[in-house]
């Protein structure tokens, strides 16, 4: 299997403490892919590190970044849509791929939305 390496260029993401077990039990029970097993998480900070994120929390405990630590891009479209609920709306995460190409994953009210970005030199 060939894979697409992507690196994290940026990114605003946030969850509350109070929706971290939904976003779990979304995730253990939305997501029947074979590249993460969530089912060995307790947490919701396990889960996403399986996803490969480094995990940001503040005092309160919520989940006030993550950053992504793969060379390559694994499942990572098909389980996050199940969190999206849980997600601050107007979080988002800026990829770059091998190639120069870049996008962002948004978090909006009702939506998960991938957007592509070009580069303008002027």
């Not at 946030?14 to 969530?38: M, P, Q, W």
């Not at 900070?45 to 309160?60: P, R």
């Not at 609920?85 to 009702?110: H, M, T």
Request: proline share 2%; net charge negative.
């Amino acid at each position: 299997m060939m894979s697409y390496n992507v690196s994290q260029v940026g990114g605003q993401f946030y969850i509350a403490e109070e929706v971290k077990a939904d976003a779990l039990s979304a995730l253990k029970t939305g997501y029947h892919g074979t590249y993460y097993h969530f089912e060995k998480c307790r947490y919701l900070e396990d889960a996403l590190e399986e996803m490969d994120f480094d995990v940001e929390t503040d005092d309160a405990l919520n989940v006030t970044g993550v950053t992504y630590q793969r060379e390559s891009y694994g499942d990572l479209e098909v389980a996050l849509p199940f969190i999206r609920p849980q997600v601050r709306a107007g979080s988002y995460l800026e990829f770059q791929g091998e190639g120069g190409a870049r996008w962002r994953i948004l978090f909006e009210e009702g939506q998960l939305r991938k957007v592509h970005g070009k580069v303008v030199w002027e």
